[in-house]
């Protein structure tokens, strides 16, 4: 069963704070991808990653920093936390590549992690 | 810019009853997909239909994509309080997109035992 495990359900940091967010997967997906959810503005996404150290700006960088040393992980970094980055952050990851013929093969179908909820103080 | 919209925001409906959902999307596209979220989860993939196909259908899941009004609809027949979740559709432009999606804002189904 594929899986997307972040390393936090919730989280409570102060203003100023340096906040990692981790993420795993254990599907050798190419693609990883960070994402904030808020009320009324649906899924945003932060970054993505499509390889090994390789990393791309996404709708709304400020603030974020990411980093992907192993194709496995990837982390979110908080340079100095803000109250305005409480929200709701997910990872998710998928193929680069389709494999097989089903749609659960299909490349570009993304796996989500449960979620971390992230409260800024 | 949303590329997917969602419609209506909000749908309650009886145990039963089917459930229609609607998405717009603004730019051409590879695929569009369907996701559920459960409060407080993540999501997870329902379906997904390519750009060069018209009705795909996944046990109580109808979905039709027109790409000439650059719209799709997500139908869920004889719907179960367990079908209480929010919906998104997302589309993916493919090329050198690395498999982006871009993600509308969401139906909110309440289905009612």
């Known amino acids: 069963d594929v899986k997307v495990t972040q390393s936090s359900r919730y989280l409570v940091k102060r203003t100023g704070e340096k906040v990692f967010l981790e993420c795993v997967q254990d599907?050798?997906?190419?693609?990883m991808f960070w994402y904030r959810q808020d009320p009324g503005l649906g899924l945003r996404l932060i970054y993505f990653?499509?390889?090994?150290?390789?990393?791309e700006k996404g709708d709304i960088p400020e603030g974020y920093s990411v980093s992907r040393e192993k194709k496995e992980r990837f982390s979110l970094i908080l340079e100095s936390a803000s109250t305005n980055q409480t929200s709701m952050y997910l990872c998710?990851?998928?193929?680069?590549?389709?494999?097989?013929?089903?749609?659960?093969?299909?490349?570009?179908?993304?796996?989500f992690g449960a979620g971390t909820r992230l409260s800024v103080l | 810019s949303q590329q997917g919209e969602e419609d209506p925001q909000a749908l309650s409906i009886q145990e039963g009853e089917n459930a229609t959902m609607n998405c717009s999307y603004k730019?051409?596209?590879?695929?569009l997909q369907w996701y559920r979220q459960n409060s407080g989860r993540g999501l997870v993939h329902l379906i997904l239909?390519?750009?060069?196909?018209r009705e795909k259908h996944s046990g109580r899941l109808r979905v039709t994509l027109d790409t000439s009004k650059k719209s799709s609809s997500l139908l869920i027949t004889a719907s179960r309080a367990a079908d209480t979740a929010s919906y998104f559709c997302?589309?993916?432009?493919?090329?050198?997109?690395?498999?982006?999606?871009?993600f509308g804002q969401g139906t909110i189904l309440t289905v009612h035992p």
């Open positions: 998710a990851s998928s193929n680069r590549r389709g494999r097989g013929t089903s749609d659960l093969g299909a490349k570009n179908i993304q796996y």
């Open positions: 990653s499509y390889d090994v150290k390789m990393k």
């Open positions: 599907m050798d997906h190419e693609n």
């Open positions: 239909i390519r750009s060069n196909e």
């Open positions: 997302a589309t993916n432009a493919g090329g050198t997109s690395y498999g982006k999606l871009t």
């Open positions: 730019t051409s596209i590879n695929n």
